[in-house]
C-alpha cells in the first residue's frame, strides 16, 4: 500500500527510512530504523546541473545565461557548495541519471568538470550504467573537448544543432557555422559517443518546405539515435521578441507551423523513429531517460542559477542571476523559492506533461492525486474530445490522437481542474 500512495515521499539512507505525506488523506510523518537499507537506496534519482554561459546569444533564446565569462570559476565552485548543500533534497542518493545543461556546458574546460563531478561522486552513488547527458553546442566539440566529456564519464551528448542551413543559423544568430554541425556529430561518433541527441527547430520563416526536408535528410544520414524538434517561438525577451514589438519581424504563421510538424513527424516516423513525446524522437527506444523523468513526475534535483527542483508537492527555482546566486551559496544559502503544489497543480502538471508523451496520462493515477472521480467530473470535456477525434482512452490510459498532437496544450488546459 505504501508504494501505491502516490502522496508520499521517502528518503532512504544506509540504515533508515523516513517517509512523509499522506496515507487515505491524512498527513503521516515516520521514520524506520535498519541495519541496512542498501537495497532500498537504489531508488532512481535524478540531478540537473545548469551552466549559465555562453559565447553570444542566440536571437530566440530565453534560457538564463551570461556571456560574460569572468564568474565561471566563481560559478563551478558555487554549483559543487550547492550539490553539498542540497544532497540531502532527495529521497535517496543513488543517482540513475545526470544532465548538464545550459546555458552551454560544453564551455566547461577539463578541470572544471573533473571538479563537478568529483563533487557529484562525493554526495551521491551513481548507477553505473547511470545516463549522463552533456548539452554541447557544435563549435566546442574539439577532439580534446570529446576527449574530456569521455574522461568525465559523459556518456550521451545533445548537441545543438538547430539547422544544418546556413542562412538559417545566421538568422537565428547561432556560434557555429553548418558544416560545423555536421563535422562535430561525424567526429563524436568517432570517439565512442553513440547516444546523441540533436535538437533542431523547425517553423523558421520560408517560402517553402524545401530547407527542413533538406535538414532531415541529412538527420536521417547521420543515423541518430535522438531527435527533439522545437517550434520557433518569439519569446517577449529576446531580440526576435524585441524586433517583432518593433513591427520588423512577422509572428510565426501557425499554419506554415503545422505543415512543418507534420513533414517532421511523417519523415522521422517512416524512418523508424518513435515520436514518444510531441517534441521528442527516439529510434529503438532509445529515449532521454533524464527528460521522461520530468514528463513521469519523478523527484529530481536542480542545481546552479534559475534551476528547478522538484518532490512530490514542492517545487523550487534557484534564483535566475549568477552575482545573487553565487553571493548567496558563499553565504551558506540556497536562494530559492520555494513553490507548494496543490492537488489541482498536481493534476494539472501531469495532464500537461502526461499528454504529451506516448504512454499518455493513467486515469487511475488521476482519481488517486485528485481523491474525487477526476473523470466524472471532467466527463463532458472528454467525451467532446474525444468525439472530435483529439483523445482517446483506452482502459486506464487517455492519450491523445495524432490530430491531438497539434493541438496538447490547449486539450490539457481544456481538461484542467481548478
Ligand atoms: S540557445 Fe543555447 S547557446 Fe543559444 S543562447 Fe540559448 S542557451 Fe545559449
Redesign the pocket.
Known sequence: MLIEDASLYFEITKNRVAYQGKIQGRPRFSVLLYADCSALCHVIMHLYIHIPF?????Y??D?H?STNMAQKSAMVEAICTEIGLQASYLPSRHLETIYLG???PSLLQKHELEQIFETIHRYFTVNPNAEITLEA?PDDLSLAQLQAFKQAGINRLSI?VQSFYEPHLQQMH??HQAHQAESCIKLAQDQGFHNISIDLIYAIPHPDHRVLEADLDKVLALSLPHISAYCLTIEPQTVFGKWHKQGKMPAIDDHFAAEQFDILIKTLCSAGYEQYEISNFAHAQQYSKHNTSYWQQKPYLGIGPSAHSYHGNTRQYNVANNAQYIKAIAQGQVPATVEHLSIADQINEYLLTGLRTQWGCSLRYLEQLGQASFVQRQAPIIARLTQIGHLSINADVMKLTETGKFFADRIASDLFVE
Open positions: 555562453c559565447k553570444q546569444a542566440c530566440y533564446c534560457f545565461f545550459g546555458g552551454t553546442n545543438g547561432r556560434a
